[in-house]
């Protein structure tokens, strides 16, 4: 190992200040000793450039090096962070996120598992699309351009991603498959076109599914106040899973209880039925489905009639309004003037006893209650409730009971029910759902009111071709699996608006049918880009494969991911649709785990503080705003400012521009910024002095002076009572720092705001070790070492300069680590045996500090009372003071290791006890 020199300290073979003009020259260009040999001991704004332009080319060739390699026999670990859409720039939203997968990538690769943590590009999408109209460039020109320049920022925050598994949605090596999985479902009976009454953004002129309407009837998107339309569209029949997936939410136990009550209850009670109903609009006719959901479908066999909300889609469709009579249009017309019945004149047939049953439309709030807004429809069963009995009585239905019973669910009886009449009522409901289960044409067993099925349809041109062909005669046509992918053609212009801009492409459009030969059409509208994101974790175990989406024995050897990593937004629509496809691929065989996400961490968002002139709702930038009084105020009027924290926008002047904090403040500093104050969970108020706070210089210090005093000569074995202190306090400090800082990233929760702090902890405590424990302490040694690894998932760059100070010392003590690899490569520190134990000590209830004791006293309380009286903190506190009684635990816990306590409880004389916090 070479010589190290430290910098205003004259070293042996290295020249003074006044032997050299090379050393003044030295000065004035600063070098790094990874370049130079020489430890610069001040890090400041130039060191710490040195430092990251050096280091970061190197860290990126490290990250190339981490390629996931199937073969390792070593245990695998998937951390995965939501792939971000590629809007043109970093925010400090995704900062954080990709900071809190990068750290948990290190902390699991240096703790032996093969990390696989991929990055890819959500690319589809409105934005794109709008932005490159807005530009006069094409959707792909944009995209494109823009994941290049976000790949250099990721780059440039040297984040250890697995990039040689890059995927991109709008790519045809990836949305071939996306295709391929929407020709499985097809095929499956799992995608279906219906007329529907949809949700239009007219801004963004697109169909919006109900999750993307937020709760004032606005979209998701642009914010715009969503209008409703009839147009045809595509779905996917999520109904078909929600049982099985509120069912799943049970084996989910690693994720928040907050984010699976909220799924359980989007989808709702799927313990109903949805029965198709065959109306007859003209004598004869009966193509027309209609599906019913009931709740209770063990009373089917006493449906008597049907009742339609005023809003239900069949009233907006021209061909079922002039199936009825003029002066019934005339009455539905008036509906929202007053409350009424009003009997259609048409019926429906019973799916299980062909009975006409006649189809009512009505306002009344005895049948469709104003909460209930998601209820279109309502199977009149007399047997099932007193209002749904007085409709068919003050109508004059007849209807037959098919209960007997004291409306209990285990006593009441089935009749009138053919072969499921004598069930007890319970029991009834199961085999009734079975049997729609086993014959499918009855309808969907096991659905709930609430949650309808995904509607995947845009009249947009930037995302993934539906593969379906439109033939005259063969009705709707999946494109033949070796015909995919159906490319996405580039059309000249976009507009953005009216319907379905691949309507321009003729060429493209008009094709020949797969089955007849005949001529046929593409289906021009494109699919929701959360379909595209519905998968992508699982291409990312075989991105390369042009054979397939993925090999199942290579999803298998990853699958499920071990951590995934996103906002609090994605709660309900992401996730919940990822859910519903890892289950569909499930039933395929093609993957083993029917849960794609083992371990879920919702990051809070980062908020800005935000200026608004209350009278107009006006933001304001900072620089318009007076600081000068107590309260900020408008520049230009004086007027009072509305201050809040809200998430970051461009739009509210109150984000914040990642590039300029890594100019400022460098890289290292700002990935330790946005996780030190808050666990990841919680919301960030964001705030630049907590980057002028950054104490990576204090752990430079420790580097400096431990490289001074190492290289320096002379006998440093000098053992006294002191030095025997000194390293009982360090060693017991290490073990606890390390054991906290590794169960906090195995918790729930993942709080790495409580690693950090207990990473200054440490530091503050070697800070107080005197030179002659610096000099010579193999523990103090090995607690150095052991603080810049575990400081190195969050700032790679200056612990690698430090880790190369450290091992270019001339005296080492401690053999713990291989000091020819770098920093990232080390493996994670071990808490060492040790046979001394911490004793929290207390009085009256108040901690006062801690002293080590030998573990051989653990079950001796009078031997450690006499060490805590004869100890400094006993002096301090517990002279001249009378002790009523002493209460002892020996197998306490403190800060994730086992720990003694004693706790001195005084006379009751208001004896005063000075509180102290522990190191």
Same mark, same amino acid.
């Given at each position: 190992?070479?010589?190290? !020199?430290?910098?205003?300290?004259?070293?042996?073979?290295?020249?003074?200040?006044?032997?050299?003009?090379?050393?003044?020259?030295?000065?004035?260009?600063?070098?790094?000793?990874?370049?130079?040999?020489?430890?610069?001991?001040?890090?400041?704004?130039?060191?710490?450039?040195?430092?990251?332009?050096?280091?970061?080319?190197?860290?990126?060739?490290?990250?190339?090096?981490?390629?996931?390699?199937?073969?390792?026999?070593?245990?695998?670990?998937?951390?995965?962070?939501?792939?971000?859409?590629?809007?043109?720039?970093?925010?400090? !939203?995704?900062?954080?996120?990709?900071?809190?997968?990068?750290?948990?990538?290190?902390?699991?690769?240096?703790? &032996?598992?093969?990390?696989?943590?991929?990055? &890819?590009?959500?690319?589809?999408?409105?934005?794109?699309?709008?932005?490159?109209?807005?530009?006069?460039?094409?959707?792909?020109?944009?995209?494109?351009?823009?994941?290049?320049?976000?790949?250099?920022?990721?780059?440039?925050?040297?984040?250890?991603?697995?990039?040689?598994?890059?995927?991109?949605?709008?790519?045809?090596?990836?949305?071939?498959?996306?295709?391929?999985?929407?020709?499985?479902?097809?095929?499956? !009976?799992?995608?279906?076109?219906?007329e529907a009454l949809v949700n239009w953004d007219p801004v963004d002129q697109t169909v919006l599914a109900n999750e993307q309407v937020?709760?004032?009837?606005?979209?998701?998107?642009?914010?715009?106040?969503?209008?409703?339309?009839?147009?045809?569209?595509?779905?996917?029949?999520?109904?078909?899973?929600?049982?099985?997936?509120?069912?799943?939410?049970?084996?989910?136990?690693?994720?928040?209880?907050?984010?699976?009550?909220?799924?359980?209850?989007?989808?709702?009670?799927?313990?109903?039925?949805?029965?198709?109903?065959?109306?007859?609009?003209?004598?004869?006719?009966?193509?027309?489905?209609?599906?019913?959901?009931?709740?209770?479908?063990?009373?089917?066999?006493?449906?008597?009639?049907?009742?339609?909300?005023?809003?239900?889609?069949?009233?907006?469709?021209?061909?079922?309004?002039?199936?009825?009579?003029?002066?019934?249009?005339?009455?539905?017309?008036?509906?929202?003037?007053?409350?009424?019945?009003?009997?259609?004149?048409?019926?429906?047939?019973?799916?299980?006893?062909?009975?006409?049953?006649?189809?009512?439309?009505?306002?009344?709030?005895?049948?469709?209650?104003?909460?209930?807004?998601?209820?279109?429809?309502?199977?009149?069963?007399?047997?099932?409730?007193?209002?749904?009995?007085?409709?068919?009585?003050?109508?004059?239905?007849?209807?037959?009971?098919?209960?007997?019973?004291?409306?209990?669910?285990?006593?009441?009886?089935?009749?009138?029910?053919?072969?499921?009449?004598?069930?007890?009522?319970?029991?009834?409901?199961?085999?009734?759902?079975?049997?729609?289960?086993?014959?499918?044409?009855?309808?969907?067993?096991?659905?709930?009111?609430?949650?309808?099925?995904?509607?995947?349809?845009?009249?947009?041109?930037?995302?993934?071709?539906?593969?379906?062909?439109?033939?005259?005669?063969?009705?709707?046509?999946?494109?033949?699996?070796?015909?995919?992918?159906?490319?996405?053609?580039?059309?000249?212009?976009?507009?953005?608006?009216?319907?379905?801009?691949?309507?321009?492409?003729?060429?493209?459009?008009?094709?020949?049918?797969?089955?007849?030969?005949?001529?046929?059409?593409?289906?021009?509208?494109?699919?929701?880009?959360?379909?595209?994101?519905?998968?992508?974790?699982?291409?990312?175990?075989?991105?390369?494969?042009?054979?397939?989406?993925?090999?199942?024995?290579?999803?298998?050897?990853?699958?499920?991911?071990?951590?995934?990593?996103?906002?609090?937004?994605?709660?309900?629509?992401?996730?919940?649709?990822?859910?519903?496809?890892?289950?569909?691929?499930?039933?395929?065989?093609?993957?083993?785990?029917?849960?794609?996400?083992?371990?879920?961490?919702?990051?809070?968002?980062?908020?800005?503080?935000?200026?608004?002139?209350?009278?107009?709702?006006?933001?304001?930038?900072?620089?318009?705003?007076?600081?000068?009084?107590?309260?900020?105020v408008a520049k230009e009027t004086g007027e009072k400012l509305i201050v809040q924290w809200e998430k970051m926008s461009k739009s509210?002047?109150?984000?914040?521009?990642?590039?300029?904090?890594?100019?400022?403040?460098?890289?290292?500093?700002?990935?330790?910024?946005?996780?030190?104050?808050?666990?990841?969970?919680?919301?960030?108020?964001?705030?630049?002095?907590?980057?002028?706070?950054?104490?990576?210089?204090?752990?430079?210090?420790?580097?400096?002076?431990?490289?001074?005093?190492?290289?320096?000569l002379g006998n440093t074995n000098k053992q006294t009572e002191d030095v025997e202190r000194q390293e009982d306090e360090i060693k017991?400090?290490?073990?606890?720092?390390?054991?906290?800082?590794?169960?906090?990233?195995?918790?729930?929760?993942?709080?790495?705001?409580?690693?950090?702090?207990?990473?200054?902890?440490?530091?503050?405590?070697?800070?107080?070790?005197?030179?002659?424990?610096?000099?010579?302490?193999?523990?103090?040694?090995?607690?150095?070492?052991?603080?810049?690894?575990?400081?190195?998932?969050?700032?790679?760059?200056?612990?690698?300069?430090?880790?190369?100070?450290?091992?270019?010392?001339?005296?080492?003590?401690?053999?713990?680590?291989?000091?020819?690899?770098?920093?990232?490569?080390?493996?994670?520190?071990?808490?060492?045996?040790?046979?001394?134990?911490?004793?929290?000590?207390?009085?009256?209830?108040?901690?006062?500090?801690?002293?080590?004791?030998?573990?051989?006293?653990?079950?001796?309380?009078?031997?450690?009372?006499?060490?805590?009286?004869?100890?400094?903190?006993?002096?301090?506190?517990?002279?001249?003071?009378?002790?009523?009684?002493?209460?002892?635990?020996?197998?306490?816990?403190?800060?994730?290791?086992?720990?003694?306590?004693?706790?001195?409880?005084?006379?009751?004389?208001?004896?005063?006890?000075?509180?102290?916090?522990?190191?």
């Amino acid at each position: 190992m070479a010589q190290l !020199g430290v910098r205003r300290h004259l070293i042996s073979g290295l020249p003074s200040r006044t032997q050299s003009h090379g050393y003044i020259w030295r000065k004035l260009v600063r070098c790094i000793y990874s370049k130079t040999g020489i430890w610069e001991d001040e890090y400041n704004a130039s060191t710490r450039q040195e430092v990251e332009a050096y280091w970061k080319e190197k860290i990126h060739k490290y990250n190339e090096s981490l390629a996931y390699k199937p073969q390792d026999n070593k245990e695998k670990y998937y951390v995965l962070s939501m792939f971000p859409y590629p809007s043109g720039k970093l925010h400090m !939203g995704h900062v954080r996120v990709y900071t809190i997968s990068d750290a948990v990538a290190h902390f699991h690769r240096m703790n &032996g598992k093969q990390v696989l943590h991929p990055i &890819g590009w959500d690319a589809f999408g409105l934005p794109a699309e709008n932005a490159a109209i807005e530009r006069g460039l094409h959707a792909d020109e944009w995209t494109y351009s823009n994941i290049d320049y976000m790949r250099k920022q990721l780059k440039d925050l040297s984040m250890c991603f697995n990039w040689e598994r890059e995927v991109t949605t709008c790519s045809p090596d990836y949305y071939r498959w996306t295709q391929y999985l929407f020709v499985k479902m097809f095929k499956a !009976g799992l995608a279906y076109q219906k007329e529907a009454l949809v949700n239009w953004d007219p801004v963004d002129q697109t169909v919006l599914a109900n999750e993307q309407v937020d709760e004032n009837g606005c979209s998701w998107r642009s914010g715009a106040k969503v209008e409703k339309r009839l147009l045809k569209q595509w779905f996917l029949k999520q109904q078909h899973y929600n049982k099985a997936l509120v069912e799943s939410l049970e084996d989910l136990p690693d994720w928040p209880s907050g984010v699976k009550t909220m799924q359980a209850a989007w989808i709702g009670d799927c313990d109903g039925c949805t029965f198709n109903f065959k109306l007859q609009m003209n004598p004869g006719d009966s193509s027309f489905i209609l599906p019913i959901h009931t709740p209770t479908p063990e009373l089917i066999y006493g449906a008597a009639y049907i009742v339609l909300a005023p809003y239900h889609t069949l009233l907006s469709k021209t061909e079922f309004m002039q199936c009825l009579s003029e002066e019934v249009r005339n009455r539905i017309q008036k509906l929202d003037k007053t409350t009424q019945d009003i009997d259609l004149g048409i019926c429906a047939v019973h799916p299980l006893t062909n009975q006409l049953l006649p189809i009512y439309v009505s306002n009344s709030p005895s049948i469709f209650n104003e909460d209930e807004t998601h209820i279109e429809c309502r199977l009149g069963i007399p047997s099932a409730s007193k209002e749904l009995a007085e409709f068919a009585v003050h109508h004059g239905i007849d209807f037959v009971p098919v209960l007997v019973g004291e409306e209990d669910l285990d006593s009441d009886v089935l009749i009138n029910s053919k072969q499921f009449s004598g069930l007890a009522r319970n029991k009834g409901r199961v085999a009734v759902l079975d049997y729609v289960k086993d014959n499918n044409s009855l309808g969907e067993a096991w659905t709930s009111p609430r949650q309808h099925d995904w509607l995947v349809s845009r009249q947009r041109y930037w995302g993934t071709p539906l593969p379906i062909i439109h033939c005259e005669k063969c009705k709707a046509v999946p494109v033949p699996e070796s015909d995919l992918p159906v490319i996405l053609p580039k059309l000249k212009s976009v507009s953005g608006k009216g319907i379905s801009p691949l309507l321009q492409a003729t060429d493209w459009l008009n094709v020949k049918c797969p089955q007849c030969g005949g001529d046929a059409k593409r289906e021009t509208d494109t699919m929701d880009t959360f379909v595209d994101s519905a998968w992508y974790f699982l291409r990312y175990t075989d991105p390369h494969n042009e054979t397939e989406p993925f090999v199942k024995d290579k999803a298998d050897s990853l699958m499920p991911v071990d951590m995934y990593v996103g906002g609090q937004e994605h709660a309900l629509l992401h996730l919940l649709y990822a859910r519903f496809f890892n289950h569909f691929i499930h039933d395929q065989k093609m993957v083993s785990h029917k849960e794609p996400f083992k371990r879920l961490l919702v990051q809070g968002l980062v908020k800005g503080q935000s200026y608004k002139v209350a009278s107009t709702g006006q933001y304001l930038a900072p620089h318009q705003v007076d600081f000068s009084g107590d309260e900020p105020v408008a520049k230009e009027t004086g007027e009072k400012l509305i201050v809040q924290w809200e998430k970051m926008s461009k739009s509210k002047h109150n984000g914040v521009n990642p590039e300029e904090l890594l100019a400022k403040y460098g890289t290292d500093a700002v990935r330790i910024a946005v996780l030190k104050n808050v666990p990841p969970r919680q919301d960030m108020l964001w705030d630049e002095q907590d980057l002028e706070g950054d104490w990576i210089p204090n752990v430079w210090k420790l580097v400096s002076r431990f490289i001074k005093l190492r290289n320096e000569l002379g006998n440093t074995n000098k053992q006294t009572e002191d030095v025997e202190r000194q390293e009982d306090e360090i060693k017991i400090k290490c073990n606890e720092t390390i054991n906290m800082i590794t169960e906090s990233y195995q918790s729930r929760n993942t709080t790495l705001n409580l690693v950090i702090n207990n990473l200054i902890g440490l530091a503050n405590r070697l800070a107080k070790a005197s030179d002659h424990i610096i000099k010579s302490s193999t523990t103090y040694e090995r607690a150095l070492c052991s603080l810049v690894i575990m400081v190195a998932p969050f700032a790679p760059h200056v612990t690698s300069e430090m880790w190369k100070g450290i091992a270019g010392v001339s005296n080492h003590a401690a053999a713990d680590f291989d000091l020819e690899k770098d920093v990232l490569e080390q493996q994670w520190p071990q808490a060492i045996e040790s046979d001394l134990l911490p004793l929290i000590i207390k009085v009256n209830n108040n901690n006062i500090g801690k002293i080590p004791v030998p573990l051989q006293h653990r079950q001796n309380q009078d031997t450690l009372q006499d060490l805590v009286m004869k100890s400094a903190i006993g002096r301090e506190h517990l002279n001249n003071v009378q002790i009523r009684k002493v209460i002892y635990n020996p197998s306490a816990k403190f800060k994730g290791s086992t720990a003694a306590l004693i706790n001195f409880v005084l006379e009751t004389n208001k004896q005063k006890v000075k509180k102290k916090s522990s190191e």
